[in-house]
C-alpha cells in the first residue's frame, strides 16, 4: 500500500492500486449494465412497433374487406338490374356492362367490353353521338369534382348486332371524380300501351225505359 501525505495534516491521499485484470473486470461490467439498459429499451420500442404494425395491418385488412364487400353489392346490383347498364370513359370504349344490355343487343357475355359505343347506335346518329360527347365531356370538366350531371328519358334509336334497329328510352349520367369521367347509360325497350278491345257503352235512355216498364208491370 502506498500512502501520500499532503500539506495539509488533517487529510491525506490514499491510493489503492487496482490490478489490470481487475479495471478490465469493472469496465466489463459497466458496459453489460449499459448494454442491458440498451436492449430493454430496443425491446420494449420493438414490441411498441410490432403492435403498431399488427394493429395497421389489421385495419387495412378490415377495409379492405368492407371495400370488397360494397364491391360485391355494386356487381350483383349491377348484374341484376332489369335494365341495360353500360359504361364508357372519354374514349367511348365500353368498360362495364351488364348481362341485360348483352341481352338486349344480342351480344355474348363480355363480348361488349373495349369495343366502341359506336356499336350500339345506328350509323346515321354515329356523328351527332360525337359532337355532343364532346360536348359533355367540356362541360362535365369546367363543373366541379365529385359531381354527377343526369340527363333522363332521351328517346332514341339502338342497334342490335345483328344491324335491325329498335326504339329505347336512355338515361345518361356523366360522373366525376378524381379529374375523371365516367359516362352510365341505362337503357331500357319503350313502353307501349296494351291494346284494349273498345266496349260500346250502353244507352241510358233505353236502359231507364227498360226499368220503368218493369216497374209499371
Known sequence: METTQTKNSDACEIVLPISEKKLRSRVAAILGAIATV??????????????????????????????????????????????????????????????????????????????KIDVLLPASFIPQHEASFSRAILAAKNGPDNHMVRRVGLRSEARHKNGDLFPVVVTIRVIKYGGRLEFIASVGPVKTKPKTDAVPLPDIGKRRQAQKNFIEQ
Open 38 to 115: 440498451v436492449l430493454v429499451w430496443q425491446g420494449t420500442y420493438l414490441s411498441d412497433s410490432r403492435e403498431a404494425l399488427v394493429q395497421e395491418r389489421k385495419e387495412r385488412e378490415k377495409i379492405q374487406q368492407s371495400f370488397d364487400e360494397q364491391l360485391r353489392r355494386a356487381e350483383l346490383i349491377i348484374a341484376s338490374a332489369p335494365v341495360a347498364l353500360i359504361m364508357c370513359g372519354e374514349d367511348r370504349r365500353i368498360t362495364v356492362c351488364n348481362p341485360k344490355a348483352d341481352e338486349m343487343f344480342g351480344w355474348e357475355q363480355d363480348e361488349l367490353l373495349g369495343q
